[in-house]
């Protein structure tokens, strides 16, 4: 038996009394189930499991083949103050899968002989702010991640302002979502209306999506499901934190602004899986397929192995041809797989964004009805993911020396770390995505991340020797290197908290410490000329920041990537 008691206190008085009964699977329809009807209890409880895990609301479920979308379910709640079950007709936001469909669009328009792939955007869109040292940016290096690009607004504030690629196109894969708003423009000028009408008119209508609409807008609000955000959206989320009901929001471009029902994303999943085809013919051709599908480019960013097609993963999964893509948008998460040789796909979303996308359910799925299809044994359930596991918890353990006879003491049992703060053991956990980076639990440590670092960066197992924290920094006695170092005085200004009520910015913060400076406190920034910083997280990040307006010693605005965050007197 799976245990509810961790889906506790998640805003509205959310227990586990009120997800009892026959609430938590609380709907289900689809063709006719077919093999895998003999996966669905080993899927279920793995998809209790996993919301437990979370401290999620609700997800919904579709999975599909070559013959039709074979299961629809939905888990949970849609509403947490009425505790009102997830419907299956309700609308979730897919996030970054909107780019595959805007993919899918743009190649039926080379199938057209309307569009060159290669050709330069910047003919295509002359008002495009993109100036290129390096050689002009293409259609193609827009639709594989590819152009170098920052992720920026699109139209910046400022109109004499330009983004400016850090390397030539095509050199390495840097995620930009700013690049697949520029290819919506695209979409609608070559088809000759809106984005919105050319995505119902060349996906939806004949994949007989028919709930989906191409546009997220308030008009629709009454059909989505209530969906969630961190309810303190100004720090670090720790799995399991309050959640607070999102506002609603309008998204219109080509980065991600579709909302679908599980049914008709399994639709979606079905085409995918027959490699373009659809009931009454082919949504694009085969050479267009062979196009999207291709790996045109190492996307480590996605996983080992991992390339990018034309909006869409490209990779395999036990051996399998694999195209996956997730979504994050301000309050969903979504994942999208398909088994290439098999012919199976799989569509997932939660109602709520917290730093994670369900993957984990996705990819299990996608192995049952392997297993289902081939008369194989079915994979076990995964274990529950403890959010509080620390791999190699003894790695961290001891104590930290700082400046002015502070300390930071931790502890390690099993896989357990604490830290020994104010004669109490407040346990660890680690962040997501972040090698080394910890959530404190303890509201002296809330506002950043702890991140520890090694002897060698590039390997995970040398000895752990550092130890920081927003602005302060230890080290172990066995530390060898440098105590002191060289700041440049005008740094001391930039360091603070900043904020846009932009949803999809929010809060960051700059700690100035070990002698440089650190977005969020765990992501080093690198000076370059003219007041430049790049981050420092990937090598040759076009991602950057500046500083601006100097008032009592203080930058009161920072501006990142072109999208400008105004100082807030807050910690």
């Known amino acids: 038996m799976l245990n509810r008691r961790d889906l506790l206190l998640l805003g509205g008085g959310l227990t586990a009394a009120g997800l009892a009964g026959p609430r938590w699977v609380a709907a289900e329809s689809g063709d006719d189930p077919g093999p895998y009807r003999r996966a669905f209890e080993s899927l279920d409880a793995f998809i209790t499991q996993y919301l437990a895990d979370l401290g999620a609301p609700g997800l919904t479920l579709a999975l599909a083949d070559l013959g039709g979308v074979r299961r629809v379910a939905t888990y949970g709640v849609g509403d947490l103050a009425r505790q009102s079950v997830l419907r299956s ?27 060159d792939l290669k050709r330069p955007i910047a003919s295509y869109l002359p008002w495009l702010r993109f100036e290129s040292p390096f050689a002009p940016i293409t259609v193609h290096d827009l639709m594989t991640h590819g152009a170098g690009l920052p992720d920026g607004p699109l139209f910046p504030p400022d109109p004499q302002f330009r983004h400016v ?7 390495d894969f840097h995620y930009c979502n700013m690049g697949w708003e520029a290819l919506g423009h695209l979409l609608a000028l070559l088809d000759g209306r809106p984005m919105a009408e050319s995505l119902r008119a060349r996906i939806f209508a004949p994949l007989g999506m028919s709930d989906a609409e191409p546009v997220i807008t308030f008009d629709m609000s009454r059909r989505m499901v209530t969906s969630y955000v961190a309810e303190q959206g100004d720090r670090p989320y720790p799995r399991r934190a309050r ?16 909302a679908a029902t599980p049914r008709d994303m399994g639709r979606y999943a079905q085409m995918l899986a027959r490699k373009g085809a659809t009931t009454h013919g082919r949504l694009v051709s ?8 291709t790996p045109h480019i190492v996307a480590a960013e996605f996983g080992e192995g991992a390339h990018y097609g034309y909006g869409i993963c490209v990779d395999h999964l ?7 893509h997730t979504g994050g948008m301000v309050s969903f998460a979504s994942a999208l797989e398909i088994d290439l040789d098999e012919g199976l796909g799989v569509f997932a979303s939660v109602n709520a964004m917290q730093g994670v996308r369900p993957r984990p359910v996705a990819e299990y799925a996608l192995r049952l009805m392997r297993a289902c299809r081939n008369g194989a044994p079915l994979p076990p359930v995964p274990p529950a993911d403890d959010p509080r596991r620390v791999a190699r918890a003894a790695d961290y353990a001891g104590r930290f020396a700082g400046e002015g ?11 357990r770390l604490s830290l020994v703060h104010r004669g109490e053991r407040v346990p660890l956990e680690p962040a997501v995505g972040i090698a080394d980076a910890f959530h404190v639990q303890h509201a002296d440590f809330a506002h950043y991340l702890l991140l520890f670092t090694r002897a060698d960066a590039a390997d995970p197992k040398s000895a752990v020797l550092e130890a920081g924290y927003a602005a302060d920094w230890y080290v172990r006695p066995e530390y060898p290197g440098p105590r002191a170092f060289s700041t440049p005085p005008e740094w001391s200004a930039f360091a603070g908290h900043y904020r846009s009520e932009d949803p999809w910015i929010g809060s960051t913060r700059i700690a100035l410490r070990r002698g440089r400076l650190w977005l969020g406190g ?22 950057w920041v500046r500083f601006f307006d100097i008032a009592g010693g203080r ?17």
């Open 286 to 293: 085969e050479a267009a397929f062979a196009l999207f599908s």
């Open 165 to 171: 690629p850090r390397n030539a196109p095509g050199q």
């Open 89 to 115: 007709e309700q609308l979730f936001e897919i996030g970054s899968i909107t780019k595959s469909c805007v993919a899918l669009a743009l190649l039926e328009l080379v199938d057209e002989g309307k569009l």
């Open 243 to 258: 959640l607070a009901e999102a506002p609603g929001l309008v998204m219109t471009n080509g980065a991600g602004s579709i």
């Open 405 to 415: 006879g502070r300390a930071l003491e931790f502890e390690a049992a099993g896989e």
């Open 555 to 571: 930058a009161m605005r920072m501006v990142f990537s072109g999208a400008s965050l105004a100082r807030v007197e807050a910690p």
């Open 522 to 543: 765990v992501v080093p920034l690198e000076a370059a000329p003219g007041g430049l910083f790049y981050l420092a997280d990937e090598p040759r990040n076009p991602e």
């Open 318 to 324: 036990d051996g399998h041809r694999r195209l996956r």
